[in-house]
């Protein structure tokens, strides 16, 4: 198995690059959120920690080899969560990922669905499911800075004298639309979220009546802001249904 490649980046189409490692050029599948960031590294040395797999075609008469690429070996991860929802298999992830993995694993942790349902071809139900599925595996990948994008990792400096950054068709490669994200909801990170329920199990609750009551808390005070604050509304609501 391919697990990680290294080589020059040739060109970035608009779900795929072209990596030339030596004499080879390998073509490598990226998900949506990585295109434009890629863009402004044509015809420089990067990594890529990818996944291979075989892709069916002709209704499963024959298999094609192929290579999806990640940035960080933590989107790799997330990515292999994500695929495990039933219903989405790895194209649509691929195009649905429009926004950084970190932001996508919040949202599944503040059961935003908002944001889940913006993603392209993901509705209400494949969200509620991702929710259900995901949500106490993707916490470490929503802390990730807080939700915003991990470094790009950089391998070592390489001298290329020329690069295209065209396509195929030798046009600009174009960048899927970022959806815009609700303006309703929580404003709390989920790193806050996180913290304000670990107190609580530090506290005496069980994770899951932890969960519970902050979920709960969020829903009624939903401009809450701090985790500390959020604890204390927390511990507000358990009073109150005692």
């Known amino acids: 198995m391919i697990s990680r490649i290294e080589g020059i980046l040739e060109r970035v189409d608009e779900d795929r690059v072209l990596l030339a490692v030596g004499a080879l050029g390998y073509e490598v599948s990226i998900p949506a959120a990585d295109v434009q960031r890629l863009q402004e ?116 400096p390489r001298t290329r004298t020329t690069a295209s950054k065209g396509t195929r068709s030798g046009t600009a490669a174009s960048t899927p639309p970022v959806p815009a994200q609700p303006t309703s909801g929580p404003t709390i990170s989920a790193s806050a979220v996180l913290d304000a329920v670990q107190v609580l199990v530090q506290l005496g609750e069980n994770r899951l009546d932890a969960r519970t009551l902050i979920d709960s808390a969020l829903e009624r005070e939903p401009e809450i802001s701090s985790a500390d604050a959020l604890v204390a509304a927390a511990l507000s609501l358990k009073g109150v249904a005692r």
């Open 41 to 156: 590294r044509v015809g420089e040395a990067v990594v890529l920690f990818t996944l291979h797999y075989c892709e069916s075609q002709g209704q499963g008469s024959s298999f094609w080899p192929r290579l999806i690429g990640f940035q960080t070996e933590a989107d790799r991860e997330f990515f292999e969560l994500i695929t495990s929802v039933k219903g989405i298999g790895v194209r649509r992830a691929l195009r649905a990922l429009t926004i950084p993995f970190p932001r996508v694993a919040e949202a599944i942790v503040r059961k935003d669905l908002g944001t889940l349902v913006a993603l392209p071809e993901i509705g209400r139900k494949t969200a509620e499911t991702m929710v259900l599925e995901l949500r106490d595996k993707v916490e470490r990948h929503a802390m990730r800075s807080g939700g915003a994008p991990t470094a790009v990792p950089t391998a070592a």
